[in-house]
């Protein structure tokens, strides 16, 4: 289907038209009446814009752009005017037309408001069709990247219970993304328009952890000059992410316990209650039942905390998705530091994909950051930088595109346009791949 329907009754003007949209590569079909655009509207759905005259046989101009816009109230419609029809016109834009060119026009002033009328509902479609993809996308947010069965599974398991209300427990090693895939989960859910808050429990002193996760009153204690809000008032109406649970002094625990149960607190030196209405997310890389059954983590809050538990898996678990997430961070590292994001050669993602990673995800982004830096890798086990152990041609080649398609987007600035002309790629497959290789434009603008 072409890009433009133009309708006028007067075949020498439909045929100058074509003439000249054929010269600036502008796709179009015409048509001497409305009924008859309008069969080929009902046929192969509408066009990116529409350019019609308002006075024909038949259906008029106003009566064809009432019926487009009743389909479609965002599409551009250009209506092309005589004299005695520009109050008919200004009408028309009025109740949503897009533009009009009064009779007769020079053939440049349509080529300009044409092609800007075609750039606009482009960048329509391409958001709609950007929205549509990351809502039906497999990575749920950007966050989780992987298509190894362990992610696919946690990915199907956030879908189930992002939006409710249940508290969730965290289970996995040091740097394997706790705190991302807790964001996922809040960015997914109806709270994600309150706070999400995140309190390491085992960065905060234990006699300041009261007073850091519920707040305090004004002179409770030597040091108390101001009344303060605790980290779970913070995240009223949203998450509180308790990172390294275990952690926490048993003391801590006792009334944490509390407010799980109760959804309610009492600020330090106060005997007001406050409720809450908050989701917590707690992350431990212990086995807690474990922990619970040698006495140094209480029984009773585990069981409270284990609800729902997610098992974040170790990265040497899921090396097939390594590739894709060094690319990733390799990106957002050469954001950070205003470089271009360099080729990897094949050697490297070889011994990328044979190192064990024993800091997991954590470990492989401070791999990118400094292979962007510095321009080689380093600090991987010798067995790795030196394995033979190599991907399949169709995964070198994968990673090759989707490298490409990478640092084309970084050098047009994130432009789908200037990327398709520097790539020759028609927009279709540019999208295809970006789904495939889970790109996100927004990532590579400036």
Known sequence: MSDVYFIDDESNIRLAIEQSFELEEISADFFASAEDALLAIKANGLPKVVITDICLPGISGEQLLSTILHQDADLPVILITGHGDISMAVKALQQGAYDFIEKPFAI?????????????????????????????????????????????????????????????????????????????????????????????????????????????????????????????????????????????????????????????????????????????????????????????????????????????PPLSERKEDIPALFHHFLLVAAARYGKTAPALPAQDLSALVSHDWPGNVRELRNAAERFVLLGKLNQLNDEASHSNIGLSLAEQVAEFEKSTIERALIECGGSIKLTMERLNLARKTLYDKMQKYQIEKEAFKN
């Open 108 to 312: 440049d002033r349509l080529i300009d408001t044409t092609m800007r009328a075609l750039e606009k509902r482009t960048l329509l479609l391409e958001n709609q069709a950007l929205k549509r993809s990351l809502k039906a996308s497999q990575t749920l947010g950007p966050r989780i990247i992987g298509d190894t069965d362990s992610i696919s599974e946690l990915r199907d398991t956030i879908t189930h219970i992002a939006d409710t209300n249940a508290d969730i427990l965290l289970f996995g090693e040091t740097g394997t993304g706790k705190e991302l895939v807790a964001r996922s989960i809040h960015e997914q859910s109806s709270r994600r328009e309150n706070n999400f808050v995140a309190v390491n429990c085992g960065a905060v002193a234990e006699n300041l952890i009261e007073s850091e996760l519920y707040g305090h009153e004004k002179g409770a204690f030597t040091g108390a000059d101001s009344k303060r809000i605790g980290k779970f008032e913070h995240a009223q109406g949203g998450t509180l992410f308790l990172d390294e649970i275990e952690s926490m002094p048993m003391q801590a625990q006792i009334r944490l316990l509390r407010v799980l149960q109760e959804r309610e607190l009492e600020r330090v030196g106060s005997n007001e209650l406050v409720p809450l209405d908050i989701r917590v997310i707690a992350a431990t890389k212990v086995n807690l039942k474990q922990a619970a059954d040698e006495g140094k983590f209480r029984a009773d809050l585990y069981y409270r905390l284990n609800v729902v538990t997610l098992d974040l």
